[in-house]
């Protein structure tokens, strides 16, 4: 590990996370679904661009560090998933946490599958 490594996903994380933060209050100012949706959007967009970072064939050093580690480790969320989830639980709302759960997995996998997809076989 350098400093240059830290200081990329530093850098990565700087971007990442005030991006979670606009993507989570519009949600919640815009939609019936809120913060919910918000959580959603940022995982399945992370897992995206994850995907696309870890299908380049011959990546420069930076680019993990900064994208992968950094920005996408900063713009999602699993953490929030999770407090959502037992909250759903502990108010017994069994279709909202099941769907929140399904709906991450359902879009986050195949994000990342589509991703990986168009740089590996670019």
């Known amino acids: 590990m350098s400093v240059s490594s830290v200081l990329l996903v530093a850098v990565g994380a700087a971007l990442g996370a005030p991006l979670r933060f606009v993507i989570d209050r519009w949600a919640r100012e815009h939609t019936r679904a809120g913060t919910i949706l918000g959580t959603l959007v940022v995982n399945v967009v992370g897992s995206f661009v994850l995907g696309l970072v870890a ?64 740089t590996a076989h670019a």
């Open 55 to 118: 299908g380049v064939p011959h990546p420069a050093s930076w680019l993990m560090p900064l994208v992968g580690i950094g920005f996408c480790g900063a713009l999602t969320t699993f953490s929030t998933l999770a407090f959502e989830a037992w909250v759903f639980l502990e108010e017994r709302a069994w279709k909202p946490f099941a769907a929140n759960l399904i709906l991450t997995l359902g879009l986050g996998l195949p994000a990342v599958w589509l991703g990986y997809l168009l």
